[in-house]
């Protein structure tokens, strides 16, 4: 008896080892070197520079650009708040400004598992946990690791699609769905109407619209509109129906018309997912448990906790959770991938049920070992290989040079923080070598509350006494005359000059 303790410990225990491995694991994935990468344009430096005026002007309604109200990027506040929580937590900087995006995405981590652990059993919350790490583009690319509104939609989105699987059971939960969708709303605008669909499907198709009293619908109403209401009412008084009347007519009409023109394929996001590695393994392992289901032939619970009957809202559920936002953003011609990925944790979803049903359906005997290990080991360790790549790339990750010098100068010089700047450099992407680019002017907020000013060397010159200037060393060379009366503060692969008094 003593030499079975041992392995009954294990056997009762062991799997909950292996949810902190994987919850450590996801953890490092989300925070660890988060200040390393460089900044990325567009969404994310503009999302950065709007919370750090919005800290700086302690106004968090108005967001600016360069302390400009900013009509470029229409999003409600939400992810700026989440970024000046980072700020408020971990001080002013590149962590900081990332920090509510990488809680965001392991909190859907841990929400998804704990709700297949409650609801379907250990092994489906472990299978979750396997396949969820195997999205790298969730760690990478628009979501996790910047500081953008997707990881914290995508978190929002992921709570009202598992209460409204839940619905059925306990209608109450619609109204938390409806609180989902508000906040959705507040961080990605428009897009949090993808859950009308999903919502208003399921509910037909399950008959529970018919157990819906006018008291469930004004409760789901006041959650759903009540805080998005209340927020345009605030703007409102600020400037109007400048910024909301464009949330619609540039966010939406303007983009989709655009995107239609540039992008008529039907096919695009279908093509992304296909040449995903993550929904290939998902895929398969859904496949094959179906098969063995049916090889199998047996109908039965997913789990010792769940009835049969929940199993046909559950798949309905799952089905319009992954197809509705495929059909809509592939209708729309929109070409930003990272629109799909509320499909992935509905798809991760439905794979590690399929396991968990197949797990109670196996028997006990050698052919239903058999069986089991092909629908979940294998898979496994599929998902562990991609895993590996996913926590490898964190150690190859860069810092821009242009980004890395405003940082370390500002570090070396605390007594120029706050001066006006201007830049003059030939590497830029998208803008004159003389105007500032959206990473590198939230650099030069981030690390010493600078103030930046297009024009390049030519306006520096016609500026007063103490303004900086940041320029590239063939930049220099060619104005080395102009600038020889300026002092030289800092030299790296840029130099940063201060200019004298005459």
Known sequence: MKQNKPVAFLSKYGV?????????????????????DLIQHWDEARHGVNAYEMLKSHNYIVNTYNYQNDYFNLKPPLSYWGILLGFKLFGVGVFGMRFYSALSMLLTFLVLASYLLRRYGKTAALSSMLLFLTFRDLFYRHAARNADADAVYLLFFTIGCLCLLESVRHVHLLYLCGLMFALCFLSKSWHAFVLLPIGGLFLIVTGLIRRLRLRDWLLFLACALG???????????????????????????????????????????????????????????????VLTLLLLRRRTAIGA??????????????????LVPLVVFSLSHTYYYWYVYPVFPGLCAAA???????????????????????????????????????????NSLETSGFQQDIKIAMEQNPSLHGREIFVEKNDNEYKAAYDWEQAGLLMAELSGDLHCTDGGVDAFLQAPAGTLLIVDPATYEKYEKELSGCRIVYRREYLLLEKSPA
Not at 16 to 36: E, G, M, Q
Not at 228 to 237: D, Q, T
Not at 374 to 388: C, E, N, R
């Open 16 to 36: 909950y080892a292996l949810y902190l491995i994987l919850t450590a694991l996801c953890a490092y994935v989300c925070f660890a070197r988060l200040d390393v």
């Open 227 to 289: 805080p998005v209401a209340l927020w345009a009412a605030v703007r409102y008084r600020y400037d109007g129906m400048a910024f909301l009347g464009q949330m619609f007519g540039v966010d939406v009409t303007q983009r989709i018309s655009w995107s239609e023109s540039s992008n008529p394929d039907y096919l695009f996001f279908l093509n992304y997912l296909l040449h995903s590695r993550a929904v290939l393994v998902m895929t398969a392992t859904l496949a094959a448990g």
């Open 305 to 322: 906790r769940t009835a049969d009957s929940a199993l046909t809202p559950a798949f309905w559920g799952l089905l319009l959770w992954i």
């Open 352 to 394: 590690s049920i399929t396991v968990q049903k197949c797990r109670s359906a196996c028997a006990p005997s050698l052919r239903g070992r058999l069986l089991f290990a092909a629908v979940f080991l294998l898979p496994a360790l599929a998902a562990l290989h991609y895993d590996k790549t996913t926590v490898q790339k964190i």
